[in-house]
């Protein structure tokens, strides 16, 4: 049943929102965790090489690379100066706008998500997939799947 735009939300509603968001703070708490315990940098790096890696010949835009990562800008820019000085991407001059660039991940980025990947995939494992069995699974990927949309 539609509700009113200004009604107030239902008890069940306020609880699936707050339980929503401390699943989230915590999940990805102890995910942090387990990644920087197995000595890799945080999350967002993760994330930041994976879509670069995902995407043609390697490079995107910082603006295609926020939209994608849900990054804030400032935050994304701060993030790129480190993963540059650390190598695992390069900038490029992009010759259709004189003052944009490419984000480019390099080699030694592409071993680097290969890497953080068998900490982070049994941390999802772990904090996920062993607490629930495969139609719980299923279930929340689609109902989070439909707050995406």
Known sequence: ???????????????????????EQAVLGAVERDL??????????YDVLLELVRAPDGRLRPYEIEQ?????QYNLSRLLDRLERESVIRREICPDD?????????????????????????????????????KQVAVLGELLGRLLT
């Open 98 to 134: 004189a003052r944009g660039h490419w984000i480019v991940v390099t080699d030694q980025g592409r071993a680097l998500r290969e890497k953080m990947w068998k900490a982070y995939a049994p941390a999802i494992q772990r904090h996920i997939g062993d607490k629930l069995d495969d």
């Open 1 to 23: 049943m539609a509700r009113k735009p200004n009604e107030k939300p239902r008890d069940s509603t306020v609880l699936a929102w707050t339980r929503l968001v401390r699943a």
């Open 68 to 72: 994608k990562t849900l990054l804030a």
């Open 36 to 45: 920087k315990e197995a000595g890799f940098p945080p999350l967002a790096w």
